[in-house]
């Protein structure tokens, strides 16, 4: 697996200096997140943080980097499965963006509802203990179905319309514990400096505070395409056992290699 981890990161990096404004769309909107955050006083101090954690403006530019975080996924898709090649991944197919377009409303439309919809337990009548009991499960639930729908979401920005839910389940299988871990490698080490920076900064003098907030803009930016990179790598490592291709054509797909 390290290799391909290698491969997550490496290839990251190299989106991120041949797609410069592609990279920078998720780090922008979590910069204006932060500027509204530092306008309601949330680093203050601790108390001021938990004050307006639910502050609406924050919340709304929150759904708006889920939706960020999700944009770039599309390009970055294709340049991985492209073996970096810029001229491919930027070519216009109109196929690969309605089938992107359908993964992007649904995943907006379920993050819309996590952040603001009516708690499931409410919705259910549920007693608060029972409510908490359904909405882990739903979130454990949730979270092993996507692992299953890895191959339809690479697939689909792609162009493969062939490989949708139902097959992907088929392709991931076996794969299951390999897919989570490359997930862990693509997200755990810089959500973890993401909430370092965002935390660490309560509390610091204002300079610092910006300084911070900046770094972490950048750490968010990554974070879209690490993300994206552990979906591939899952992806076409299961498929590659299943003897499935994730391009429409049928060609062979180019293994990347980014150093």
Known sequence: ?????????????????????????????????????????????RDAARAVANDPTRMAFGFAKTLALLLPSYWFTRFLAFGGDLRRTLALDPRAIALFAVQFVLAGSVQYAMLFGPPLGSLLGLADGAASFVTIGLAIAQSVLGIYLTAWFVAWPLGNVSLGPVRSCAVMAGSFWRAVGYLLAGVIPLMALH???????????????????????????????????????AARDAAARKQVSLLPDDRPQPVPSFR
Do not use: C, N
């Open 195 to 233: 909430y370092a920076l965002g935390l660490g900064a309560i509390g610091r003098p204002p300079a610092l505070v910006w300084v911070m907030l900046a770094l972490d803009a950048g750490v968010v930016g990554f974070l879209a395409l690490t993300m994206t990179a552990a979906k591939y790598v």
């Open 1 to 45: 697996m390290w290799p391909s981890i290698k491969q997550m990161y490496g290839g990251a990096a190299r989106f991120a200096r041949v797609a410069p404004l592609l990279f920078l769309v998720p780090a922008l909107v979590e910069f204006a997140q932060h500027v509204a955050e530092v306008q309601s006083g949330l680093y203050l101090s």
